[in-house]
């Protein structure tokens, strides 16, 4: 076990949205074990939205590859960035060549984090790395990396800040389009891999039969990369300007703000599923593959009010989640008559 002397605590968790999310318990388990500690988290520009305003992290670091960060001398300059912050402690979330390197190159005295094949030997508090078997939450496997600092907090809570200029910016939206808090269904048709994408069809005929169930407005929600799906889902309905398309026409933190005042947000496996359930919004999320390290079990959204639909199809087959079985979850989430569990 490590001393626990460290004042000066690099936290680096630089992959997607919904990683960073799962991460903000240990975040918090590591500022209540160091609360003299000054703890700076290294994220992306992306994702830097999720963490401005956590009350457990006291400076944010950006790795901006597309930008400062950018090719081998801005890799170096992230690197004299580290070191002038003389850090004595790095907890790599994300283990990549990269961070690895980098934290070893800024003379971080105590590299904590998974062992793999990406640089891993450069970590000298190394653990085993098991989370491609998916045996616990991604929440969970964060957590067990704090027990070589001694800390066994299980607390699964995840924290998502919201932005007070958002909030504004969603407000006059609402207004705009005759919209009124828990009044809207998002649906989130993307995902980082297409082999999590419920089909375009799926997706259309779900918004058709949700509008002439409910008197909600349907929005369709995502980053610039999903607005060709959304297209493609729109014009596969009846009246697509019933429905409202914000597909790479918010930021990360508008997003944030819009899933607050959202009554249900039914989406594919993937970033805003934990973001809406670190709010307190109910959620669908859809599991089209059920295998080891992309299973359920270890990216199910978070608390009482995450819900999961999962496929029993084998590998290679299509996924068979119906239509009607979202519809008839979505009847249950808004009746409240059942708590979480997996269908």
Request: proline residues 5%; aromatic residues 8%; positive net charge.
């Amino acid at each position: 076990m490590l001393a626990k002397n460290f004042r000066n605590i690099l936290i680096v968790r630089t992959d997607r949205m919904g990683d960073v999310v799962l991460t903000t318990p240990a975040i918090k388990a590591i500022k209540k074990a160091f609360p003299m500690s000054c703890i700076s988290v290294l994220v992306t520009p992306a994702t830097y939205d999720l963490v401005d305003g956590n009350p457990y992290i006291d400076k944010i670091l950006v790795d901006d590859r597309g930008g400062k960060h950018r090719t081998f001398i801005g890799f170096l300059r992230l690197i004299c960035e580290l070191y002038r912050l003389r850090f004595d402690l790095a907890i790599i979330f994300h283990t990549k060549r990269r961070y690895n390197l980098a934290c070893w190159m800024a003379g971080i005295p105590h590299r904590l984090g998974f062992k793999n094949n990406k640089f891993g030997f450069l970590l000298n508090h190394p653990l085993r790395d098991e989370r491609h078997l998916g045996i616990k939450h991604e929440a969970e496997y964060c957590l067990d990396v704090l027990k070589a600092l001694g800390i066994e907090k299980r607390d699964l809570s995840v924290f998502v800040p919201v932005q007070k200029a958002a909030q504004e910016w969603v407000g006059h939206w609402m207004q705009e389009n005759g919209c009124r808090s828990q009044e809207i269904i998002a649906i989130h048709p993307g995902a980082s891999d297409p082999a999590r994408w419920w089909s375009v069809d799926n997706f259309a005929q779900l918004m058709e039969r949700l509008s002439s169930r409910y008197t909600l407005k349907i929005v369709l929600i995502g980053g610039e990369a999903i607005a060709p799906i959304a297209q493609q889902i729109l014009s596969q309905t009846r009246v697509p300007s019933m429905y409202l398309n914000l597909t790479g026409k918010t930021t990360m933190a508008q997003m944030v703000s819009l899933l607050r005042h959202t009554r249900l947000l039914i989406s594919n496996d993937s970033g805003p599923v934990h973001v809406a359930a670190g709010l307190g919004t109910s959620v669908i999320s859809l599991f089209l593959r059920d295998m080891p390290g992309v299973n359920p079990k270890r990216w199910s959204p978070l608390g009482p009010k995450g819900f999961i639909l999962k496929t029993t199809s084998k590998q290679g087959q299509p996924p068979d989640i119906s239509v009607d079985d979202v519809l008839e979850l979505t009847e249950k989430i808004f009746r409240r008559t059942i708590q979480y569990e997996i269908f």
